[in-house]
Every structure is written in C-alpha cells, then in structure tokens.
C-alpha cells in the first residue's frame, strides 16, 4: 500500500494550495483518507478525512469554511482544497488509510501513511 501526498509550497498569508494523496495497491472496498499535519514543536493533528465509499466528510474545527476535502475514486486521488491560509497552518501535511466504514480524525486509528509535503504560510 503506498499513498503519494503532493502540492504542498510556500504561499503568502490568504493564499491557496490544493493538496493531492494518490493511493494505489490498496483494494478495500469501505475506508477513508484523512489528511493529518504535524507543525514544529507540536502533535500530529486531524485536518480532514472523507470515506471512499459514500464521501462524508469530517473537518476540524479550525479550518472549517476554508479547507475541502474531496475523493475522484476513478484516479484514487483525495484532495484538500485549502483556501484563507493562515501562519497557523503551516505544517507538514500526511495523507493516512483508516481501512473501516467510519471517519475520524484520531491519527491512531490509521493505519497506512504516506510521506508529508510541506506548507509554509509566509510573507
């Protein structure tokens, strides 16, 4: 099971990014992805997940109204739209397989990690 995350960068204050996990050898009918981030001196934190079979979705409270979290089955590729960035969000930012029909944010029921993709927000 391997999960590529991408699209993280250096953008200003306000500013957009759209991260991408592609997933592959992983054939689970019922899971969900969640994107986690981990920021300098802190815990890995619960950002968003979607379930793959009937796309809901859950959010952190302080990045709801800014950041989307989306599925295209067809490529096996989530996305976290992140919009009104803001200093707090930068962060090394994971994509993770929870392999059940259920979504959380809890980093210990996740089972599969990829590597992070870094997001600096920054003038």
């Known amino acids: 099971v391997q999960l590529q995350a991408s699209g993280g960068g250096l953008v200003p204050p306000g500013g957009s990014l759209r991260l991408s996990c592609v997933v592959s050898?992983?054939?689970?009918?019922?899971?969900?992805i969640g994107w986690f981030r981990q920021g300098p001196g802190k815990e890995r934190e619960g950002v968003a997940c979607?379930?793959?079979?009937?796309?809901?979705?859950l959010y952190t409270n302080t990045v709801k109204g800014r950041f989307t979290v989306s599925r295209n089955n067809a490529e096996n590729t989530v996305y976290l739209q992140m919009d009104n960035l803001k200093p707090e969000d930068t962060a090394v930012y994971y994509c993770?397989?929870?392999?059940?029909?259920?979504?959380?944010?809890?980093?210990?029921?996740?089972?599969?990690w990829g590597q992070g993709t870094q997001v600096t927000v920054s003038s």
């Open positions: 993770a397989i929870l392999p059940t029909l259920m979504v959380s944010l809890r980093p210990d029921r996740y089972t599969y």
């Open positions: 050898g992983f054939t689970e009918r019922y899971y969900t």
């Open positions: 979607v379930a793959h079979d009937d796309g809901s979705t």
